[in-house]
């Protein structure tokens, strides 16, 4: 292994040392108001230097949301600027990951006629590295109008199939489906092209896994809360960059309850993982799957590669407990239920 790739390792091991410890989150939790948090994070996490010139005392849950996001991208380019077969790909997976959630933003902001908001929310560390015409996005007033900022990117192609019903609505989910279909494909592009042995199986197997239980996730979902049909569910999925076999996907798909298709699922080799995780929710299963794989590769992955991406999921793991934290306190929510809520 090079010089290079023990610092790529090093230096992400380092910062993954920082995080927040189970001290850290019993500390937060136990803070009585948003401000009380906002000091605790100041004062003895990492976070320290991000948040050096907010006023603890007059938070706002969405420029909070935001600089915690630009901190989280720094941190991750930081170590993308290494030299790696596969850093700048990397550092492209996370700003389409960004893109994407934005574009999804915009639609259901647009199906709302509350487009106004849209600005109020980007990240703006986007803009330096997209090639979405913000300014034309932020002022779209219909679905042409949309399309038209995005008409410089990869996107385009994909959105431009689509149009609103009769009701002016779009088809969000099925959209959402086909760009997170495009991330997929060129992630799974990028590892088959540039990594090679253990480094391909491994970067693979976590995109696949966490792939899977996105699949078994998102058909609980659509049969518990939409009530779709086994064929309109199957429509949903995306097994050609899944371990699960196409049968087995259409065996949880046609399944009559949820008990069948989680019994379905946890008879499959990555389904064994449903009965370690600690979940409390459905919903909480892949993140939680996701911590798992990514926390194991950083501590015991001896490839740069592996530990960047698993730094990534780590990172974003806890963006989102910080910020469900400070909701959790913010409307006094029980502690043992907030608590419920950490993945650690």
Do not use: W
Request: include cysteine.
């Amino acid at each position: 292994m090079s010089d290079i790739s023990y610092a790529v390792l090093a230096k992400a091991r380092a910062k993954f040392g920082k995080f927040l410890t189970d001290r850290d989150y019993t500390n937060l939790i136990a803070c009585q108001s948003v401000a009380e948090v906002m000091v605790y994070l100041k004062s003895h996490t990492h976070y320290a230097s991000v948040l050096s010139e907010v006023n603890e005392r007059d938070v706002h849950r969405g420029r909070l949301e935001l600089l915690l996001r630009q901190y989280l991208f720094d941190e991750f380019d930081s170590l993308c600027r290494y030299d790696s077969s596969v850093s700048a790909g990397f550092s492209q997976y996370y700003v389409e990951k960004t893109e994407v959630e934005q574009i999804v933003r915009f639609m259901v902001l647009l199906n709302s006629n509350s487009t106004e908001k849209f600005i109020f929310q980007f990240p703006s560390f986007l803009s330096k590295h997209t090639e979405i015409d913000v300014y034309k996005l932020a002022n779209a007033q219909d679905y042409n109008e949309f399309l038209e900022a995005l008409k410089n990117t990869s996107y385009y192609d994909i959105l431009k199939v689509f149009r609103p019903d009769r009701k002016g609505r779009l088809p969000v989910s099925d959209i959402e489906n086909k760009l997170y279909a495009h991330i997929l494909r060129n992630m799974n592009d990028l590892i088959r092209k540039k990594t090679k042995g253990s480094e391909q199986k491994e970067l693979l197997t976590l995109f696949r896994t966490i792939n899977d239980y996105s699949i078994f996730s998102r058909i609980l979902r659509l049969k518990k809360y939409y009530n779709l049909s086994p064929e309109i569910i199957k429509t949903y999925m995306l097994p050609e960059y899944s371990s699960l076999s196409p049968r087995l996907i259409d065996k949880m798909c046609e399944a009559e309850s949820s008990a069948e298709v989680f019994r379905i699922m946890q008879n499959t080799g990555c389904g064994r993982l449903i009965g370690k995780i600690g979940y409390k929710h459905a919903s909480d299963i892949t993140p939680r799957v996701q911590y798992k794989l990514a926390k194991k590769n950083i501590h015991f992955s001896n490839n740069p590669s592996v530990v960047m991406i698993s730094f990534m999921l780590l990172s974003e793991t806890e963006l989102m407990n910080v910020i469900g934290l400070i909701e959790g306190v913010r409307y006094q929510h029980d502690p043992k239920t907030i608590q419920s809520l950490i993945i650690h």
